[in-house]
């Protein structure tokens, strides 16, 4: 079983039915976790209490992509910043995982990154590009520059390409 985990306060949940979100009947493991057949789960460290409350990939991903699509964000970049961030934690790199779900809402929603930019292509070459992420969140932009390099290495063998974000500040990735 792969397991991550993510520490934040419970003030910065993101809830995006407007419903308020109780662990008050979590008291350590959730039960059951460890006869799950799924294998992969998050753990969830709450600091207002100290305990583990441990969620489903599936639903997490579920209510991350919802809370990003209810700021705008369409279906398919919602999905790949969801992924971006749970497969973080999941690799132990909580700095980068879910947590910062409600920093990437904030951002948005303060104008420091577009929730419909589209990469575009500056300069390119047969094996390498150039991209501009044009304020697009980082996981976006990150996959457009991959899917660019993939693309260019099965033409020529070698795929390089750089991105830059032009018109924001903090490359969120």
Not at 38 to 64: A, D, G, H, K, N
Not at 91 to 100: D, E, L, N, Q, Y
Not at 145 to 151: D, K, Q, S
């Amino acid at each position: 079983m792969r397991c991550g985990t993510a520490a934040f306060r419970r003030e910065n949940i993101y809830d995006p039915l407007q419903e308020s979100i109780d662990i008050s009947s979590y008291h350590g493991e959730w039960p059951g976790a460890d006869t799950l057949s799924r294998p992969l789960l998050l753990c969830i460290c709450w600091s207002i209490s100290m305990s583990t409350v441990l969620i489903e990939e599936s639903e997490l991903q579920q209510f991350s992509i919802a809370a990003l699509q209810k700021v705008g964000i369409s279906q398919q970049d919602a999905e790949t910043v969801a992924s971006a961030l749970i497969e973080a934690d999941l690799r132990g790199v909580a700095s980068h995982g879910i947590s910062a779900l409600s920093g990437y809402i904030n951002h948005l929603e303060r104008g420091g990154v577009k929730r419909d930019a589209i990469p575009r292509i500056l300069v390119q070459g047969p094996a390498f590009a150039s991209i501009d992420g044009r304020a697009g969140f980082g996981p976006v932009v990150a996959k457009f520059a991959t899917e660019l390099a993939i693309e260019k290495a099965r033409q020529t063998g070698i795929g390089f390409v750089t991105a830059i974000i032009l018109e924001q500040r903090q490359f969120m990735l």
